[in-house]
């Protein structure tokens, strides 16, 4: 636990009392603040009691005793309209923070140089956030992660030197964070998402730009400039000073880093030299991956890491859980699990990876099915149909091969056998679903884990290696 000191004295109100709201409290306690908690919730009202916090509505208290609302990141702060106890911070001039800013301000305090590597965009933040994190293991660091990808940044040990933080942002967690200063900023990429909470796509990208155009003296910010949004951010860091570097898998770069063949390249002044090779490594498989190991491969280099430490940490990088897990193989069919695939964006990258696909498809359906993976469909051999999606994919579908096999265990034997039968050299099971598991789990890890077990109940299946 970290425990923030900067508010010794004086009384904090937290809203929020989920995983990171009673980090906080814990944290802030533990630093001699008083804390008043509250939730919408009442069971959540309840746990915290039960764990020894003073609560109150804070509907009936006098704000003017309050030094900050620290609030949950998964509380509306400006759109569609500020929740609350936002309003009522402001109108009694208190400051509204996140748990991620409580960090900061004890960073600042303790151990200023201590390693902070923040990481945000659109999509990708979780691989490459753990990416980071293995190389920086690898590499010897005390290394902490957390954040968005799970565990409160208030849960972690505290900043000191040789021990680096690797943070996931969050667009809202950005938004309570107004003196964020990471070492190393990373902005992946922008595309519309969350504009319910932003209002607009240029408000969610000025909010996701904070991350990196507020890195601290001597830092560096990371960009990847295969989005028009981020190449303006680019630019925009670059007059003012900051040491940008860009990314791109698109596109050669006159300085920066990008991706060729298979290989990170990093040019500068007219000079080019080969950083890691990607190829093999069914972990960083596909385009988007790429990005994510350009950009893990750019902040291990602002950290000094050395090339041969990097290159041996992306060989051995597991993947995470549920994203393009590789999960058995029997003979040439390969089983990938990519339960994270709950939208056609998503599913895109899985589909994109590979050539010859047994997909396994469907849960509850999302606005706009997969009429938008119609280029991928020459890549199906077969498809496999379960949930409530399975009729509207079946129309979508047409011509390409495919069953419906309502659940998820017939699915996984149909497609294993289709595969194995097919004497194709390289087939693929692979469990991308384009849609949320509502239907019949209760979250995408529940139904990545089944798969995962269904896989490897299976006779003859190895680990993949």
Known sequence: MIPVTSFAGKTVAVFGL?????????????????????????????????????????????????????????????????????LKAREAGVEVIGDIELFCRERRRHAPNAPFVAITGTNGKSTTTALIAHLTKVAGYDTQMGGNIGTAILSLEPPRTGRVHVIEMSSYQIDLTPSLDPSVGILLNVSEDHIDRHGTIEHYAEVKERLVANVQAGGTSIVGVDDGYCRDIADRLDRAGKNVVRISVKNPLASGIHVEHGTIVRTSGGARSEIAKLGGIGSLRGLHNAQNAACAAAAALAMGISLDVLQNGLRSFPGLAHRMEQVGRRGNVLFVNDSKGTNADATAHALSSFADIFWIAGGKPKAGGITSLTGFFPRIRKAYLIGEAAPEFSGTLGTVAHEISQTLDVAVEHAAR?????????????????????DQYRNFEIRGTKFRELVQALPGVKPAV
């Open 418 to 438: 289709d595969a194995e039968a097919s004497g194709l050299a390289d087939a693929v099971v692979l469990l991308s679903p384009a849609c949320a598991s509502f």
């Open 18 to 86: 989920g995983g990171s709201g009673l980090a906080s409290c814990r944290a802030l306690k533990a630093g001699g603040a008083e804390v008043i908690a509250a939730d919408d919730n009442a069971e959540n009202v309840a746990k915290a009691a039960q764990a020894g916090f003073i609560t109150a509505d804070l509907r009936n208290v006098a704000w003017d005793n309050f030094a900050a609302l620290v609030l949950a990141p998964g509380v509306p702060l400006t759109h569609p309209v500020p929740h609350w106890s936002a």
